[in-house]
């Protein structure tokens, strides 16, 4: 047979096995080596729910897929072109993700009777019982191959075959023409000083899997995916909590006043709190709280002592969080409050995603206590909708619920490192001496922000606290302050909107159909609508970053479209806050809580439905 090397646009790959046979790192590995290529890459972990599920059971299967392309990429693909099962487990949970083209990798080493039983197959031919046969599937003894790699490396038996990632990473990169030198890099800085052995023995087991693929006849082609065309500049691949952590790190720096972090580790959301810890010398001070209120307690203390405060969560600390959201708000000082939402409620299904706290972080609060909302859209833009969180609660003194998600957080991309000098300044309303007595509640007339003055500033004492106050600080229960202050704080937020950007469309400014969404399922509506438009199709989409107070221009781009389907990851959260804001619009709308993203073909589906 022939060998052939076919250059292909794009690719997905998902490598699935148990939560400890290391498929998290394999699919990272990939997708950091083909985007230091320059690839574009969309990446989706999806961690089991289970801390300790039973060993070989679906429950504990762990995935990775990334979808690699030379073109611009925004999902990381609905279907596989390549699955990697180490597992009839791995196999049983995601044989429906692969194409009917696909390939199919399997250990067969851990395909005996007993896993298969445990599975929950009911005949030993797995691949039958899926009705996979015709899928070009590779049986490899990989336990074993890779057991022989390292049988004098002098490691145990345990340690070696927990190298077989290694090997069947290698065995990709023979498939799909990755360089092993990137991976290489990271052995030798990840192994350097704690076990210099561990170098040449990933590195062998790598080129030994890479050699075995080379040489079986299974695979009969291997596969070119060139370079993308990306605009001049450095890139790095960077997760949604990762970029999230940077820009408010950037928004600290931009504004010349140190980042305190308060925060209690809950998933998703713990590698924010844990990638602002290893930058103390950025002027990040990080504090894990004992639970969700003191993480949000202690921040608000930062922000009343001059500090740039910060908390993480995710949906249930949300919850727990929710009293002390009202003290910042009526106190009025800066404060981020970032929830990266998983799939509820309660502990729900903690590492999936989905978009179900946005009516708590609309309404989730005691009295009449509005918040600020600002939504990221891609692993990415993390870090842009981090660092205007932060100027716009520096900015206007207030705090400000910063949405990510689980897809994003976990996800990652290539980012552009920006330069900060195109980043615009951060100037909060900081006072150091006053005329007379200092009036804590005495407002700016453009933005209604109060100054921040913090303690050790002689003559501007204050008093501040969730009692309500009158203008000049002194608690007060007159009915007529209390409603004043109440509207002040409400119209505070909503001349927020003469300081966002105006909403965008993408596509024809009117037409049939405007597609509208918010948060992490950008990418799959805006390839959803390029197909609509490549077929010629009258749609548009609307991707609301911005959500309290909506753009400015909102109405103006909903009375241009004939019919408006909101599509959004919960029972129907934004098209609700839509009816009560715009009420002079028929929605429609497309929702899905599975704990999974969308599928592209779903929305071109629902969207067909009402053309």
Same mark, same amino acid.
Not at 38 to 50: C, K, V
Not at 224 to 233: F, L, R, S, V, Y
Not at 421 to 430: M, T
């Given at each position: 047979?022939?060998?052939?090397?076919?250059?292909?646009?794009?690719?997905?790959?998902?490598?699935?096995?148990?939560?400890?046979?290391?498929?998290?790192?394999?699919?990272?590995?990939?997708?950091?080596?083909?985007?230091?290529?320059?690839?574009?890459?969309?990446?989706?972990?999806?961690?089991?729910?289970?801390?300790?599920?039973?060993?070989?059971?679906?429950?504990?299967?762990?995935?990775?897929?990334?979808?690699?392309?030379?073109?611009?990429?925004?999902?990381?693909?609905?279907?596989?072109?390549?699955?990697?099962?180490?597992?009839?487990?791995?196999?049983?949970?995601?044989?429906?993700?692969?194409?009917?083209?696909?390939?199919?990798?399997?250990?067969?080493?851990?395909?005996?009777?007993?896993?298969?039983?445990? /599975?929950?197959?009911? %005949?030993?031919? !797995?691949?039958?019982?899926? $009705?996979?046969?015709? +899928? *070009? =599937?590779?049986?490899?003894?990989?336990?074993?191959?890779?057991?022989?790699?390292?049988?004098?490396?002098?490691?145990?038996?345990?340690?070696?075959?927990?190298?077989?990632?290694?090997?069947?990473?290698?065995?990709?990169?023979?498939?799909?023409?990755?360089?092993?030198?990137?991976?290489?890099?990271?052995?030798?800085?990840?192994?350097?000083?704690?076990?210099?052995?561990?170098?040449?023995?990933?590195?062998?087991?790598?080129?030994?899997?890479?050699?075995?693929?080379?040489?079986?006849?299974?695979? /009969?082609?291997?596969? %070119?995916?060139? !370079?993308?065309?990306?605009? $001049?500049?450095?890139? +790095? *691949? =960077?997760?949604?909590?990762?970029?999230?952590?940077?820009?408010?790190?950037?928004?600290?720096?931009?504004?010349?006043?140190?980042?305190?972090?308060?925060?209690?580790?809950?998933?998703?959301?713990?590698?924010?709190?844990?990638?602002?810890?290893?930058?103390?010398?950025?002027?990040?001070?990080?504090?894990?709280?004992?639970?969700?209120?003191?993480?949000?307690?202690?921040?608000?203390?930062?922000?009343?002592?001059?500090?740039?405060?910060?908390?993480?969560?995710?949906?249930?600390?949300?919850?727990?969080?929710?009293?002390?959201?009202?003290?910042?708000?009526?106190?009025?000082?800066?404060?981020?409050?970032?929830?990266?939402?998983?799939?509820?409620?309660?502990?729900?299904?903690?590492?999936?995603?989905?978009?179900?706290?946005?009516?708590?972080?609309?309404?989730?609060?005691?009295?009449?206590?509005?918040?600020?909302?600002?939504?990221?859209?891609?692993?990415?833009?993390?870090?842009?909708?981090?660092?205007?969180?932060?100027?716009?609660?520096?900015?206007?003194?207030?705090?400000?619920?910063?949405?990510?998600?689980?897809?994003?957080?976990?996800?990652?991309?290539?980012?552009?490192?920006?330069?900060?000098?195109?980043?615009?300044?951060?100037?909060?309303?900081?006072?150091?001496?006053?005329?007379?007595?200092?009036?804590?509640?005495?407002?700016?007339?453009?933005?209604?922000?109060?100054?921040?003055?913090?303690?050790?500033?002689?003559?501007?004492?204050?008093?501040?606290?969730?009692?309500?106050?009158?203008?000049?600080?002194?608690?007060?229960?007159?009915?007529?302050?209390?409603?004043?202050?109440?509207?002040?704080?409400?119209?505070?937020?909503?001349?927020?909107?003469?300081?966002?950007?105006?909403?965008?469309?993408?596509?024809?400014?009117?037409?049939?159909?405007?597609?509208?969404?918010?948060?992490?399922?950008?990418?799959?509506?805006?390839?959803?609508?390029?197909?609509?438009?490549?077929?010629?199709?009258?749609?548009?989409?609307?991707?609301?970053?911005?959500?309290?107070?909506?753009?400015?221009?909102?109405?103006?781009?909903?009375?241009?479209?004939?019919?408006?389907?909101?599509?959004?990851?919960?029972?129907?959260?934004?098209?609700?806050?839509?009816?009560?804001?715009?009420?002079?619009?028929?929605?429609?709308?497309?929702?899905?809580?599975?704990?999974?993203?969308?599928?592209?073909?779903?929305?071109?589906?629902?969207?067909?439905?009402?053309?």
């Amino acid at each position: 047979m022939q060998h052939k090397v076919i250059d292909t646009q794009d690719v997905v790959i998902r490598f699935a096995g148990d939560s400890g046979d290391g498929m998290q790192l394999t699919g990272t590995l990939f997708a950091d080596a083909s985007a230091l290529y320059g690839n574009e890459i969309s990446t989706f972990p999806d961690y089991p729910a289970e801390i300790r599920a039973p060993h070989g059971t679906v429950s504990g299967v762990s995935g990775f897929q990334v979808h690699v392309g030379s073109e611009e990429i925004n999902t990381p693909g609905d279907f596989c072109d390549v699955l990697v099962a180490m597992n009839p487990a791995a196999l049983r949970a995601n044989a429906k993700w692969a194409k009917a083209t696909a390939t199919i990798i399997v250990d067969t080493d851990t395909f005996d009777e007993a896993n298969i039983e445990r /599975a929950g197959f009911k %005949t030993q031919d !797995p691949f039958a019982e899926l $009705k996979i046969e015709d +899928r *070009n =599937i590779i049986l490899s003894p990989i336990t074993t191959l890779t057991k022989e790699s390292l049988k004098d490396s002098g490691l145990d038996i345990k340690a070696i075959v927990r190298c077989k990632n290694m090997f069947t990473l290698g065995m990709c990169f023979f498939m799909f023409n990755r360089p092993l030198e990137y991976t290489h890099a990271y052995l030798e800085k990840k192994f350097r000083k704690k076990n210099p052995q561990m170098i040449e023995t990933n590195k062998k087991v790598l080129f030994d899997g890479y050699n075995y693929a080379s040489n079986i006849h299974a695979i /009969a082609n291997t596969y %070119t995916i060139q !370079p993308a065309h990306q605009e $001049k500049g450095t890139y +790095r *691949n =960077i997760s949604g909590n990762q970029a999230t952590a940077w820009g408010l790190i950037a928004a600290s720096e931009k504004s010349g006043l140190p980042l305190f972090c308060g925060s209690y580790p809950i998933t998703p959301a713990t590698a924010i709190l844990e990638e602002l810890a290893i930058h103390k010398n950025l002027n990040v001070k990080t504090l894990q709280a004992e639970d969700e209120i003191a993480g949000i307690c202690t921040a608000i203390g930062a922000a009343y002592a001059g500090n740039f405060a910060v908390t993480t969560t995710s949906g249930p600390g949300l919850s727990l969080k929710s009293e002390a959201m009202g003290l910042a708000m009526i106190t009025e000082l800066p404060l981020v409050i970032v929830d990266v939402q998983r799939s509820g409620p309660s502990t729900g299904i903690p590492t999936k995603t989905e978009q179900t706290d946005l009516n708590q972080a609309l309404y989730g609060r005691n009295g009449e206590c509005p918040i600020a909302i600002i939504a990221a859209h891609s692993p990415s833009h993390c870090f842009d909708a981090a660092f205007y969180a932060g100027k716009y609660a520096m900015e206007h003194m207030m705090p400000v619920i910063l949405l990510s998600e689980g897809f994003l957080g976990n996800g990652s991309e290539p980012w552009k490192i920006p330069s900060m000098k195109d980043y615009p300044a951060i100037k909060p309303p900081v006072i150091d001496s006053c005329e007379g007595p200092y009036k804590p509640y005495q407002r700016d007339p453009e933005t209604l922000a109060r100054s921040w003055a913090w303690p050790g500033k002689a003559g501007l004492e204050h008093r501040i606290g969730g009692l309500e106050k009158n203008t000049e600080g002194v608690i007060s229960s007159d009915p007529l302050n209390h409603e004043k202050m109440c509207a002040e704080r409400a119209e505070k937020i909503a001349r927020l909107a003469n300081y966002i950007p105006e909403q965008e469309v993408i596509g024809a400014k009117e037409g049939e159909v405007l597609i509208v969404g918010w948060g992490g399922t950008f990418g799959h509506l805006y390839t959803a609508v390029k197909e609509f438009h490549a077929e010629g199709k009258s749609v548009s989409l609307a991707h609301f970053d911005y959500i309290n107070p909506l753009p400015k221009n909102t109405d103006e781009i909903f009375s241009h479209f004939k019919k408006i389907i909101v599509c959004e990851l919960n029972s129907g959260h934004f098209v609700n806050y839509l009816r009560a804001k715009l009420p002079q619009y028929d929605y429609l709308q497309y929702n899905k809580v599975q704990g999974q993203p969308f599928i592209v073909k779903e929305i071109v589906d629902a969207v067909n439905n009402i053309l």
